[in-house]
């Protein structure tokens, strides 16, 4: 590809550095692991053994009284039916409290690892992907970024704003936005762009190309979302972590939700704040050196990304066949069949993140999650993955098929109520003079119901636990008594909306079983103020099976119809609670009344303070959006001469029907706001694509402009 070079001062890539990047088939021998100057082989053993013993002995005692609970002369068929997905449900909470009492124990040990750092010789780069997101908003977080790295690390980072973004205006308003901010000062922290126009294997295919177009000229990559944000300080410690493990391949963050204004973001925020901590203990203690990838926020070494991480293109159509979808678990147990270290670092710190403004929200995310989660199961079994890699996959799958295997134990309870009320019951089904009774052990099936709660809160219960040992945290969070109300509004908040997530990723895991594929749409950014409409059509399913569910139940027993209480309540008042999570009024006055304030609400960092004065900043100096972005071009030459230098000199020869009917519709338009009222989106986008035709709207441009300078980059 023949373009300006960066000498022009106008092309807003370095020099390009080619980096091979092979695609790797699902099946490949595994390569020794490196060996790693700081290894904690005794904690990780003891951890794993802690996590499978627990789970496996929480598990046999929830299957043995629920067998007692059930009958103690008989099963049936559909006892038998409702024991078995019992126990999978049970040992899926087990493993999660197993997990989280690691977390608890190593959070209290005043045994602390800490990690070693060395400085890093060259330039680690920081690659932002965007699609269709609000430049505005990435904006203020580079700048702020920019220039704390500026003031503390100035020539060790280079950041990369890599665009997929595909619709027209949301390009022409991205390149306006960022277009002030690119700069090429090597000494300082240069800040580049580039839009892909074929946006191939989506985020993994944004990363990939700038691998091999980039990558051998830095040795590290700080992978961001567009909602990231991280202070200096951390980007030091990564990049010196990495210099100090040379057989490292990869460290995850544990990033820290930050900018909640809705209600369910802000239970969200608190829940991350307060409770993550101690389930992130738990996970890096016993995954080791085999940790996990959550696609952002992390530090990869460059040429160990590039050596094994090309992702395989899986055979048949989407949603199962295709490209990698959640390519984030995939790469980091590729770098660990490669022999290379996969590392959870928690203690790093000023690592942030926003979270999904609304219930809505976060069903359409995981819409695009489950169909790439469930798409690992052509991963599972593949030839030489680390044991705990394919723990990540299952875990991965099972987070949404534990849904489907929830529906499937109320369904299976309900029929075991409705064959109680309606069937008799056959007391001499053998050859005998007494009668086989049946029986149900209420009083042991109410102590199993208590311990089951018991696993489910017992990780918010250690994370308030642990806040309230530490004290200087425990004020950050508002004191003892804001900390215990805060945890009992999060408990009573999340109650009541898990039925709605679970009966809606049962849904969703159905939807992607008959085959329909989610698509790739842009994740939310804004407050998630849904209307009333919206979300009636959202939720009406929910709604009915709730209302259905607890009819059936007060018919075959006012007692089963209060043991359901907890499902069906938060399902038949889906609707106005899902409106009630989003929404900036909402959330925000549940801050204004003290609650569900977190330690950066609190008391914010610096770098979270810098991204606030900045958001302010660009909102104060924001106008009104351009009703003819093209316009933009029109009224700043220089901007119009910017993006001229980054279009190819060389174009396909391939007839492009959408070309030559913009270069008609440009012909015969007296002015760019005419032009606009006849353009369509494949046209509109051909303009902003070939250098020909967007050299043809020079014709709009102010006369003394036209010849002396916007020709001159030509």
Known sequence: MNQTTPNSGRYALPEEAVLDMPRHAVNEARQSSKKQHQRFLLSTLFSRLFVLLGTLGLSAYGAKEMYEVLSTNH??????????????????ISFAFTQATLGLLFKLSPFKRKRKESEPTGVTAILLPVYNEDPARIRASIEAMHEDLLQKAPGKFA?????????????????????????????????????????????????????????????????????SLMSAECFLSMSRRMAAEPTLGLIQTLPTIIRADTLYSRIQQFANQCFGPIYAAGLTTWHGNASNFWGHNAIIRTQAFAEACGLPILPGKAPFGGHVMSHDFIEAALLRRAGWGVRFDTDLEASYEEAPPSLIDVMVRDRRWCQGNLQHKAFVNAKGLHFVSRMHLLTGIFSYFSAVFWFALIAVGFALAVQAHFVRPEYFTNLSLFPTWPVFDFERARSLFIVSMALVLAPKLYGWLSVLLHWRQCWKFGGPIMLTLDTLLEILVSALYAPILMFSQFLVVMDVLRGRDSGWKPQSRDDGANKWQETTRAHIYHTLFGIGLALSANYLSPQLFYWSLPITFGLVFSIPLSWLSGGAKRGNLLRKLGFLKGPEERRPSEIVQRLEAKVAQLDAQANAELSTPLHAYIDNVDFYAWHLAQLPQQESQQFDRHKVCAAWQIEHSASIEELMTHLNEQEYLAIIKYRSLFLRLSKFLPQSANDDQAKAYA
């Open 159 to 227: 950041f990369f704003i890599l665009s997929d973004t595909n619709r027209a205006e949301n390009s022409i308003k991205e390149k306006h936005t960022f277009f002030p901010i690119l700069n090429q000062d090597s000494e300082g922290c240069p800040i580049y762009y580039r839009r892909r126009l074929n946006n191939a294997e989506r985020k993994a295919g944004n990363v990939a190309e700038w691998v091999t177009r980039f990558g051998n000229n830095y040795e590290c990559m700080i992978v961001l979302d567009a909602d």
């Open 75 to 92: 099963i049936t068929w559909l006892q038998w039916l409702f024991l078995t997905l019992f126990c999978i449900n049970f040992t899926w």
